[in-house]
């Protein structure tokens, strides 16, 4: 028998690294995301295969029932060790998966290039949990860590709000449309941001004004979803960049990289990689692509 499950990936307009600290940000799961398959085998191992969205293999290992069930915890220093210590941790959570079980061959396949930064890991992380029958925002605090957006947007097929309160996730299903959706594109700056490593140049230079730039931050979602208007959606992404600017210590995206496009741009999740939002009027795309970046797409194409 064959079980198949499937996630979303994300992208997270506002509150990029607040979020950590209890800010609410607006977050929209995407068209693109991960499938699992899972069938049953007689091996004692796990034969995992896992795809990219060109059909090519990116990574294949198999791995014996003893290294889940060890006690010992992998340090995730390669895709194997990465793996190894979710399925460990998912194993703790509900070990009768494996107990009962012979051994498992295991697909994974990605619709977008696992470079684009839109949840390979969270993605996977919410798969595995829904093969385990476990909860996949513990399953996550337990080994990645992270605020746990992108879980949020791996379940959920509305655009959402995201807040942790007293520890927990915070989700609300949203009406976000946006009128004037035609004229806002992502790029993607083909580079992937360690989300890791972002988040602890966040916790170094985040200041001490922590409860006003969250309120800020809030403010600034509240006002993304209610906008009616694209003159005011461009105020409020540009307020959302100058604040993080000045939050991490870092150049806009757009002071960077494009100080001469005719429109605005705003870093998504960690700055430094990934995609950026970017509003424009006209299509930008023979504007980015003359930059060498060539990958521009719409809002309609990329958002469920």
Same mark, same amino acid.
């Given at each position: %028998? ?8 994300? @992208? ?13 940000? @607006?977050?929209?799961?995407?068209? %693109?995301? /991960? &499938?699992? !398959?899972?069938? !049953? ?11 990219? =969205? ?15 069930? =060890? ?6 220093? *390669? ?13 703790? %959570?509900? +070990?009768?998966? #494996? ?5 498992? =061959? ?6 977008? +290039?696992?470079?684009?930064? #839109?949840?390979t890991s969270s993605t996977l992380i919410n798969n595995i949990a829904q093969w385990f029958q476990i909860d996949a925002f513990e399953l996550l605090?337990?080994?990645f860590g992270g605020s746990g957006y992108d879980i949020a947007c791996a379940q959920n097929n509305t655009p959402i709000t995201y807040s942790i309160?007293?520890?927990? +996730?915070?989700?609300? /299903? ?7 959706? /035609? ?7 083909n580079q992937k941001r360690n989300s890791k490593s972002a988040i602890a140049d966040y916790h170094f230079n985040k200041t001490a004004q922590l ?8 403010? #600034? ?8 208007? @694209? ?6 992404? &540009? /307020? ?5 600017? !000045? ?8 002071? =960077? ?9 705003? *870093? #998504? ?15 930008? *795309? *023979? ?14 194409? %990329?958002?469920?």
């Open positions: %028998m064959q079980q198949t499950f499937y996630s979303n990936g994300k @992208l997270l307009i506002t509150g990029e690294y607040l979020i950590l600290d209890g800010a609410k940000g @607006l977050a929209l799961p995407t068209k %693109m995301g /991960q &499938n699992l !398959s899972v069938e !049953s085998t007689n091996t004692e191992t796990i034969h995992w295969k896992s795809y990219d =969205a060109d059909g090519s293999i990116w990574f294949e290992e198999i791995l014996s029932f003893d290294e889940i069930t =060890a006690t010992n915890t992998i340090a995730p220093e *390669s895709v194997k060790g990465t793996l190894i210590r979710i399925l460990q941790v998912a194993n703790r %959570m509900n +070990p009768d998966l #494996l107990t009962n079980s012979n051994g498992f =061959a295991i697909t994974t396949q990605l619709s977008f +290039p696992r470079n684009w930064g #839109l949840g605090n337990k080994s309160i007293n520890g927990n +996730p915070n989700v609300e /299903q949203i009406a976000f449309e946006p009128e004037f959706a /035609q004229y806002i594109y992502f790029v993607y700056l409860s006003q730039n969250i309120e800020a931050i809030n403010a #600034l979602t509240t006002d993304c979803i209610l906008t009616t208007d @694209l003159e005011s959606f461009t105020r409020i992404i &540009n /307020q959302h960049e100058v604040l993080l600017s !000045s939050i991490l210590n870092t150049e806009t995206v757009k002071a =960077a990289l494009f100080p001469d496009f005719d429109g605005a741009i705003k *870093s #998504l999740g960690a700055w430094g990689g990934d995609f950026v939002l970017v509003v424009s009027k006209e299509n930008p *795309s *023979s504007y980015f692509i003359d930059k060498g970046y060539e990958t521009v797409i719409a809002y309609d194409d %990329m958002i469920l």
